[in-house]
């Protein structure tokens, strides 16, 4: 059963940081590329960041610069770094495995106020 367990959500106010962080089993990860997409309060689910399995990574736009996506193989965990937050980025954030994004995680709220 593949199980992909998000943490480190929460309230932060703009420019402030935050680190999410995945846990995933059930899946061989070394070779699973990862993901993470986020969802806005009646928006579309959209793609962050994505990483395969060696140091390919890719970014949305908006997150360019801001955010970064890396993974342990040793821990099967996946981290999202984001900084210099806005409150655009607030939204729930999706963790996801897979070469065609099959799994997913339950999410983790995100909320950038002052």
């Known amino acids: 059963q593949v199980q992909l367990v998000e943490s480190g959500g929460g309230l932060v106010q703009p420019g402030g940081s935050l680190r999410l962080s995945c846990t995933v089993s059930?899946?061989?990860?070394?070779?699973?590329?990862m993901g993470w997409y986020r969802q806005a309060p009646g928006k579309q689910r959209e793609l962050v960041a994505r990483?395969?399995?060696?140091?390919?990574?890719n970014y949305a736009d908006s997150v360019k610069g801001r955010f970064t996506i890396s993974r342990d193989n040793a821990k099967n965990m996946v981290y999202l770094q984001m900084n210099s937050l806005k409150p655009e980025d607030t939204a729930v954030y999706y963790c996801?495995?897979?070469?065609?994004?099959?799994?997913w995680g339950q999410g983790t709220q995100v909320t950038v106020s002052s």
């Open positions: 059930g899946i061989i990860f070394s070779i699973t590329p």
């Open positions: 990483i395969r399995s060696g140091v390919y990574t």
């Open positions: 996801n495995a897979g070469f065609n994004d099959e799994y």
